[in-house]
């Protein structure tokens, strides 16, 4: 076992999930050049560059993300910012790839991360995220790899009742990250503060 995996394997409640990230390779959802930093323990902590302008997300609090969602297998999942595509792929090992939806606004991380999903059968959806994506709602969970800067609620509108919506809220730099489930009042936990990029779209930054 690698000296990573004894750091991250005992953070992560969700068996399922353990298993799923034992079973995907991080370094096959980087870049050439920075792939060696993939499991490195030094960088466990830390979002690795894709390429000037976008990381992924560090590798500590994307599982803790993960795990906060409580994926089980069947669940539909959308992603909100498919990045590198290496948590698209752990989603996709515990609920099936013919549940998760991801989508990503630009161009350039979209196409990046198709290539590396196409084992997996995964579409990239190309489009602004924060407005979710109707065509395949409803969703059981929902998870969102940018900052918004308020509640996202056409997001949220497109959970099934009791699904769960993890996400990063905050206009400054530092933001609050949030489990949110659906019922007749949305009931939301903050769970840590968290630092992501703002999120661009019609619901998201416009600065």
Known sequence: MRKVDQLILPMIQNEELKRAYMSVNREDFLPEKNARFAYDPEWIDKPIPLN???NMTALSLGIKMLDYLN????ERVLE???GSGYYTAIIAEVVGSENVT????DPWVSNFASVRLSKYNIKVETTDGTIGFPKKAPYQRAIIWAAMPTMPCLVYEQLEREGILIVPIGTQKVQNLYRITKGDQARMERLETVIFMRAQGLCGFYD
């Open 80 to 82: 909100v910012g498919t």
């Open 52 to 54: 000037d302008r976008v």
């Open 102 to 105: 991801t989508v990503e606004v």
């Open 71 to 74: 994926l089980k297998r069947g």
